[in-house]
């Protein structure tokens, strides 16, 4: 398995500005993940955040909107930009530790007023 | 369009009662797996299921994988206040894919 940290826990944002997430892993992986989970809803990728590379995002997800680093195998972070309250999610790290086992953090809480 | 449908949306049971939860695609999976998420906490794995009739048992919860292995059941024996959450069934939809897919989610509460 792997323990997951993320910080902050929540944040309560003015929209136009920025939150920076920090996801934290207790051991190297290959492969770190992050999710939206909108209110009420279930999980939705952004992207996946590759070591030594820029990160791949999935439809409708762009790199300006949240830009994404990985400097190394137990770190990555994830920035929502200009936000607006539709930003209002549950933002979650996640990581495969083999092709069957996939952990996630506990998440952050954002609300944009 | 949801790859992954879940059924039912909502289930509220009173406590000791039995309750099945299914997931469905059209898509033939590499693998699933069933989370369960409190509120404030990410997503907690359950169980992955790999091969097609493959049936899983967690003490009250049972798991099974279709044959084809387009979809899957979650089968809870006498449920309790304790099992109260969201299940998520996901999976890897194309072979090489890490990143999993999630189905809408079924929120269960049970009613002691």
């Known amino acids: 398995s792997a323990v997951i940290s993320q910080k902050p826990s929540r944040d309560i944002c003015q929209r136009g500005t920025s939150l920076t997430i920090q996801c934290q892993v207790d051991?190297?992986?290959?492969?770190m993940f992050w999710y939206r989970q909108q209110p009420g809803q279930s999980l939705t990728l952004i992207a996946t955040a590759n070591q030594g590379s820029e990160a791949t995002y999935e439809s409708g997800f762009v790199i300006d909107k949240f830009p994404i680093s990985r400097p190394n195998l137990t770190f990555s972070t994830l920035t929502v930009s200009n936000m607006s309250p539709e930003d209002s999610s549950i933002y979650l790290c996640s990581v495969a530790v083999s092709a069957y086992e996939q952990y996630f953090g506990p998440g952050t809480r954002l609300t944009v007023t | 369009t949801q790859l992954l449908e879940q059924s039912p949306q909502f289930l509220s049971i009173q406590e000791g009662e039995n309750l099945t939860v299914y997931c469905n695609s059209s898509s033939v999976f590499s693998s699933l797996q069933w989370y369960r998420q409190e509120p404030g906490e990410g997503p907690v794995l359950l169980v992955t299921?790999?091969?097609?009739?493959e049936v899983k048992k967690l003490k009250r919860l049972t798991f099974q994988f279709g044959d084809a292995r387009k979809d899957s059941s979650l089968h809870i024996t006498a449920a309790q206040p304790g099992d109260t959450g969201l299940y998520l069934c996901?999976?890897?939809?194309?072979?090489?894919?890490?990143?999993?897919?999630f189905g809408s989610g079924t929120r269960l509460q049970v009613q002691p």
């Open positions: 051991s190297q992986v290959t492969m």
């Open positions: 996901a999976a890897r939809m194309r072979t090489g894919r890490r990143a999993l897919t």
């Open positions: 299921v790999v091969t097609g009739g």
